[in-house]
């Protein structure tokens, strides 16, 4: 096979540039922050579906950064060290309400930045999801699970445009020698998880901040395992510097699993809102359980999550209370 992997021939970090797509969104802006702090220089490159232009734009001060406006759908030449290819939509609700552009979004996003660092010679790195996994019949999922996705269902535009994009990935890499990058990332909330994007976490949060009746799908035995944002963007991090070899995919998620009664009422403990709790109809298709085996990701990344769910939970609830009361939360400090 041929590889292409000039990443170590090229320029120190400190004159090295990452381009990021979906860079405006909850985990993008992370991932922006954290390369800039990094000494990379940063193109944030987003068509502002779902991310904000807002999220970003505290970066612009340093020189290092820019943004471009542009749909990943849509071929471009761009000059960078090493792409990591975030854009899609995340939140069940925004990709259900747009399902032909999210599946789009993934195959012909995936396509036209697999284009580009084939020409370019450099790494990629693809944010895959835990959703490849569907509903899984196998508990925790590893890596070899095959998984579980109702190609029809009102999800398939998110998981099968995401496995989809898997499979070009691994096809560029093996007709091609791109060198590739694959991180299945499990449920991940902190700040900058839009307030009204519908998960599960930003949604309790504000219903509970605001004294509204914290709304729960279905009887709330289904389980997610919840991942803090600075534990996931370190591991995507980690992944993109990880030796050549290690293509993936790997989990990226906190194994700390819960039910979704239970993280209702966690909310509301450490928020102290007096808010109830009230039952709605189950969504279609919701995975009745999800927790990462990560012991790949441990053994070749040599990473774990560090941030127990408590903790991150406060810190997020701390960053919706300034928001919700209009202080300017702290994101670039
Ligand atoms: P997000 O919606 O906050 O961010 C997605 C970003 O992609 C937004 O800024 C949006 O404007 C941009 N985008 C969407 N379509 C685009 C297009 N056609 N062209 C250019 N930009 C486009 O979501 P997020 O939570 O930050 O997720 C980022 C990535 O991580 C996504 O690929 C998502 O599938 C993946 N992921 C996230 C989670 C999670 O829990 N947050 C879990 C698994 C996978
Ligand atoms: N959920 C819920 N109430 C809400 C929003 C979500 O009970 O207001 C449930 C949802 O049905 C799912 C879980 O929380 O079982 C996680 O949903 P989210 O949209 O955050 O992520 P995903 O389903 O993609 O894991």
Known sequence: ????????????????????????????????????????????LDNFFT????????????????????DVTVPIQIEANEIYNLACPASPLHYQASPVETTKTSVLGAINMLDL????????LQASTSEVYGDPAEHPQRESYWGNVN????????????????????DYHRAHGVPIKVARIFNTYGPRMHPNDGRVVSTFIVQALTGQDLTIFGDGSQTRSLCYVDDLIRGLVSLMEADGGVTGPVNLGNPEEVSMIELAE???????SRSHIVRRPPAADDPRQRRPDISLADEVLDWRPTVPVKIGLGRT????????SHRAPAVFP
């Open 1 to 44: 096979m041929r590889h292409i992997d000039i990443a170590d021939r090229l320029p120190s970090r400190a004159s090295r540039t990452a381009l990021v797509t979906g860079g405006a969104g909850f985990l993008g802006s992370h991932l922006c922050e954290a390369l800039l702090k990094k000494k990379y220089n940063v193109i944030c």
């Open 51 to 70: 991310g904000d232009r807002s999220n970003v734009e505290g970066l612009l001060h340093g020189g290092k950064f820019e943004i471009v406006r542009h």
């Open 117 to 124: 660092a084939r020409r370019l010679g450099v790494r990629i």
């Open 151 to 170: 190609p029809i269902g009102s999800r398939a535009c998110y998981d099968e445009g995401k496995r989809c994009a898997e499979t070009l990935f691994f």
């Open 266 to 272: 966690l909310v509301l403990s450490l928020t102290g």
């Open 317 to 324: 609830i701390d960053y919706f209370d300034a928001l919700l």
